[in-house]
């Protein structure tokens, strides 16, 4: 097996004794030099790992949803695709709100003509998307695709989220909900803070909130509260000097893998690696969404009953405090997130998908022309 990814993560994969080749890198963001489109980035990335991909003769590639690279030189060299979704499954369904958008499924028949009428606005995105990649595709030698979302594999679709945070659709063949693939860089302990109260974990996103917003609204608005708090600033010091309450404790980093199964609660912005990691150690979560898919992922959160989501124009001291106080004094948000905890425990996401890979592998001929009968 080998990873292909970025160099920075080269110590990692080959620690857990995986291959690696680094993937090419590109600036694709506008700066003052001349960066490439996203999408000029993924045909020059597709015919250079389209060598990496010759010289492996892979019996299947599996590609990030995003990386539509990989799955374009899988492609050119005729090898079997399958696609990691590693949140939640992107593609719409009839009566459900266009993903991304944070809406709730509709409950009423108003509910359902208004999202059908916003589905209709959001479907040209998606055609326009499905033409640039067909540019894309033509440009490395493929043919164009008539179908939406062609980075997605149509013969085998790992997604790796909890089904209980998935709203209710008809599945399309071959897309299997496994729950979360989770992984964290090794890190030790990081001490608690002392006494029996319910443990608070406040985990800011790494990538945004560069003042520490929502850290600071936790820690005001928790101290006089009858629990303890382990907040971390994730390696990102705040600009400015932050008060720390007695019952709180700031540190520079946590292992959530072994501080989240002490937690009840966990504060966090809502970045779907983070709000996995505490349901599946059982902690209700409260959600402050601060960007990119941060709004869908509070928004099946509270659907789901295991936590709650904060608007991020509305955080403050008293808003959050209200919040960690209802999910403390309502028990179901926290029973839910254990029963989503008992089911994990039950059901090992990486290793059903790793199942999932291995069947596709070894099934005849399964590529995008003849689709792998996989039971869901």
């Not at 209709?120 to 055609?127: D, I, K, Y």
């Not at 390696?235 to 540190?251: H, I, K």
Request: net charge neutral; charged share 20%.
């Amino acid at each position: 097996m080998t990873l292909e990814t970025w160099q920075r993560w080269r110590e990692h994969a080959t620690a857990e004794g995986l291959g690696f080749s680094p993937a090419p890198e590109y600036q694709v963001f506008p700066t003052r030099e001349r960066p490439l489109k996203p999408y000029a980035a993924a045909a020059r990335a597709a015919l250079e790992t389209r060598e990496l991909v010759r010289r492996l003769e892979p019996d299947v590639v599996v590609n990030d949803v995003l990386t539509l690279a990989t799955n374009m030189a899988a492609e050119l060299e005729d090898r079997p695709r399958a696609t990691l979704v590693p949140h939640f499954y992107p593609p719409s369904a009839p009566g459900l709100p266009p993903f991304g958008i944070g809406a709730l499924p509709p409950r009423t028949r108003l509910g359902r003509a208004a999202w059908k009428l916003l589905t209709r606005q959001t479907e040209r995105g998606v055609e326009r998307g499905r033409q640039e990649l067909n540019g894309t595709r033509e440009r490395v030698g493929l043919p164009p695709l008539e179908r939406a979302y062609g980075g997605i594999s149509a013969d085998l679709c790992v997604v790796g989220a909890f089904p209980q945070l998935e709203y209710p659709r008809a599945w399309p063949p071959g897309v299997h909900v496994t729950g979360p693939l989770m992984w964290e860089p090794p890190f030790g302990d990081v001490e608690l803070p002392p006494g029996e109260e319910p443990l608070v974990l406040v985990a800011p996103s790494t990538s945004q909130d560069p003042r520490q917003r929502l850290l600071r609204a936790a820690l005001e608005g928790l101290a006089g509260l009858p629990v303890r708090v382990l907040a971390t600033y994730n390696r990102r010091p705040p600009p400015d000097p932050v008060e720390v309450p007695a019952n709180a404790r700031l540190v520079e980093w946590v292992s959530y893998s072994r501080t989240m199964p002490h937690a009840d609660i966990v504060i966090c912005h809502g970045g779907h690696g983070t709000m996995a990691r505490a349901l599946a150690c059982g902690a209700a979560v409260l959600a402050v969404p601060a960007a990119g898919d941060m709004g869908e992922n509070a928004a099946r959160l509270g659907w789901s009953g295991a936590g709650l989501g904060l608007p991020n124009r509305f955080l403050g001291a008293a808003t959050l405090r209200l919040a960690v106080r209802r999910l403390l004094e309502d028990g179901s948000y926290r029973a839910r997130a254990r029963s989503i905890a008992e089911w994990s425990n039950g059901h090992d996401g990486p290793a059903g998908a790793a199942e999932l890979v291995e069947a596709f592998g070894a099934s005849p001929a399964p590529n995008s022309k003849t689709p792998a009968t996989l039971d869901h």
